[in-house]
Protein backbone atom coordinates (compact mmCIF):
# COMPACT_ATOMS: atom_id res chain seq x y z
CA UNK A 1 0.00 0.00 0.00
CA UNK A 2 3.16 2.14 0.52
CA UNK A 3 3.22 4.02 -2.63
CA UNK A 4 5.64 7.15 -3.90
CA UNK A 5 5.17 8.79 -7.22
CA UNK A 6 7.43 11.24 -8.86
CA UNK A 7 6.37 13.92 -11.51
CA UNK A 8 8.46 17.07 -12.88
CA UNK A 9 10.89 15.63 -14.64
CA UNK A 10 11.95 17.17 -17.93
CA UNK A 11 14.27 18.61 -20.39
CA UNK A 12 15.89 21.90 -19.76
CA UNK A 13 19.13 24.19 -20.73
CA UNK A 14 22.08 24.74 -18.14
CA UNK A 15 21.11 27.46 -15.48
CA UNK A 16 17.41 26.42 -15.72
CA UNK A 17 15.40 25.30 -13.08
CA UNK A 18 12.88 22.32 -12.73
CA UNK A 19 10.50 21.21 -9.54
CA UNK A 20 10.14 17.53 -8.82
CA UNK A 21 7.43 16.65 -6.84
CA UNK A 22 6.64 12.80 -4.79
CA UNK A 23 3.00 11.83 -4.19
CA UNK A 24 3.75 9.63 -1.00
CA UNK A 25 0.71 7.24 -0.35
CA UNK A 26 0.67 4.43 2.78
CA UNK A 27 2.29 6.92 5.54
CA UNK A 28 2.76 10.17 6.87
CA UNK A 29 5.61 11.95 5.30
CA UNK A 30 5.56 14.08 8.60
CA UNK A 31 6.49 10.76 10.59
CA UNK A 32 9.35 10.01 8.29
CA UNK A 33 12.69 11.44 6.86
CA UNK A 34 12.32 11.73 3.03
CA UNK A 35 15.26 11.41 0.72
CA UNK A 36 16.02 12.50 -3.32
CA UNK A 37 18.53 10.15 -4.82
CA UNK A 38 19.66 10.49 -8.06
CA UNK A 39 21.37 8.42 -10.50
CA UNK A 40 22.96 8.78 -14.11
CA UNK A 41 24.10 5.92 -16.61
CA UNK A 42 27.20 4.08 -15.68
CA UNK A 43 27.02 5.71 -12.06
CA UNK A 44 26.23 4.92 -8.63
CA UNK A 45 23.13 5.94 -7.49
CA UNK A 46 23.61 9.14 -4.92
CA UNK A 47 21.59 10.56 -1.95
CA UNK A 48 20.65 14.49 -3.34
CA UNK A 49 18.96 16.17 -0.29
CA UNK A 50 17.39 14.70 2.79
CA UNK A 51 14.41 16.12 4.90
CA UNK A 52 14.07 14.95 8.55
CA UNK A 53 10.62 14.40 10.63
CA UNK A 54 11.19 17.38 12.08
CA UNK A 55 11.63 19.26 8.89
CA UNK A 56 15.45 19.89 9.13
CA UNK A 57 17.05 19.74 5.37
CA UNK A 58 20.66 18.09 4.35
CA UNK A 59 22.21 18.13 0.78
CA UNK A 60 24.86 16.76 -1.22
CA UNK A 61 27.98 19.28 -1.41
CA UNK A 62 27.28 20.09 -5.03
CA UNK A 63 23.63 20.87 -5.49
CA UNK A 64 23.35 22.80 -1.88
CA UNK A 65 23.39 26.46 -3.24
CA UNK A 66 21.30 25.28 -5.83
CA UNK A 67 18.56 22.96 -4.82
CA UNK A 68 15.90 22.84 -2.13
CA UNK A 69 13.71 20.29 -0.37
CA UNK A 70 10.79 20.79 0.93
CA UNK A 71 7.05 19.01 2.28
CA UNK A 72 3.72 20.24 2.29
CA UNK A 73 2.48 17.41 5.26
CA UNK A 74 -1.65 18.56 4.23
CA UNK A 75 -0.43 17.42 0.69
CA UNK A 76 1.87 14.46 2.09
CA UNK A 77 4.02 15.54 -0.75
CA UNK A 78 7.85 16.33 -1.02
CA UNK A 79 9.36 18.19 -3.76
CA UNK A 80 13.03 19.11 -4.98
CA UNK A 81 13.17 22.15 -6.16
CA UNK A 82 16.08 22.65 -8.41
CA UNK A 83 17.91 25.94 -9.37
CA UNK A 84 20.84 27.13 -11.79
CA UNK A 85 21.00 23.54 -13.69
CA UNK A 86 24.19 21.94 -14.85
CA UNK A 87 24.71 18.94 -17.57
CA UNK A 88 26.37 16.82 -14.79
CA UNK A 89 22.74 17.27 -12.48
CA UNK A 90 21.49 14.99 -15.60
CA UNK A 91 19.91 11.84 -13.82
CA UNK A 92 17.13 9.51 -13.14
CA UNK A 93 15.56 11.20 -9.97
CA UNK A 94 14.06 8.86 -7.18
CA UNK A 95 11.95 9.70 -4.49
CA UNK A 96 12.87 6.93 -1.30
CA UNK A 97 11.68 6.90 2.50
CA UNK A 98 12.78 4.12 5.22
CA UNK A 99 10.00 3.69 7.03
CA UNK A 100 10.91 4.71 10.95
CA UNK A 101 8.00 1.96 12.19
CA UNK A 102 8.82 -0.79 9.74
CA UNK A 103 12.28 -0.20 8.36
CA UNK A 104 11.31 -0.83 5.23
CA UNK A 105 12.67 0.72 2.43
CA UNK A 106 10.41 2.17 -0.52
CA UNK A 107 11.74 4.17 -4.04
CA UNK A 108 9.42 5.63 -6.38
CA UNK A 109 9.55 4.73 -10.46
CA UNK A 110 11.77 8.03 -10.97
CA UNK A 111 11.37 11.03 -13.03
CA UNK A 112 13.87 11.76 -15.80
CA UNK A 113 15.81 15.21 -15.59
CA UNK A 114 18.41 15.66 -18.41
CA UNK A 115 20.26 19.24 -18.63
CA UNK A 116 21.13 20.03 -22.21
CA UNK A 117 24.43 22.95 -22.64
Known amino acids: QVQLVESGGGLVQSGGSLRLSCLAS????????MMWYRQAPGKERELVAR???????TYLASVKDRFTISRDSAKNMVYLQMNSLKPEDTAMYYC???????????WGQGTQVTVSS
Open 51 to 57: ISRGGYP
Open 96 to 106: NVNLWDSGSGY
Open 26 to 33: GFSISSNA
